[in-house]
């Protein structure tokens, strides 16, 4: 399976960005997808995931309310809508894949499989 990130880029705060993950290979309708992000200095964090079929989407504390989690099974595509951001919003974002059961929906890094190349999000003050 390999992933491919996009949509990253320089926003004001309070602006808005929407990240996309395409995927090839593998039963793309079958994975859990997650978004983690690693800023400079600071270890990779859970931000969202979600579920075969989008039923089950956990957010992280500090992007609830702000970011969705979504994803189109027909594209192999999972998004995640950022609105609100925030200069700690900054670092590169990461989409990451595994298989697993309907409701897998892991936190942690070590909960994925694949993981794409990473896309910068920068939001200035």
């Known amino acids: 399976v390999q992933l491919q990130a996009s949509g990253g880029g320089l926003v004001q705060a309070g602006g808005s960005l929407r990240l996309s993950c395409a995927a090839s290979?593998?039963?793309?309708?079958?994975?859990?997808m997650g978004w983690f992000r690693q800023a400079p200095g600071k270890e990779r964090e859970f931000v969202s995931a979600i579920s075969w079929t989008g039923a089950i989407t956990p957010y992280a504390d500090s992007v609830k309310g702000r970011f969705t989690i979504s994803r189109d099974n027909a594209k192999n595509t999972v998004y995640l809508q950022m609105n609100s951001l925030k200069p700690e919003d900054t670092a590169v974002y990461y989409c990451a894949g595994r298989g697993g059961s309907y409701s897998y929906t892991p936190k942690s890094t070590t909960g994925y499989d694949y993981w794409g190349q990473g896309t910068q999000v920068t939001v200035s003050s």
């Open positions: 290979g593998g039963i793309f309708s079958r994975y859990a």
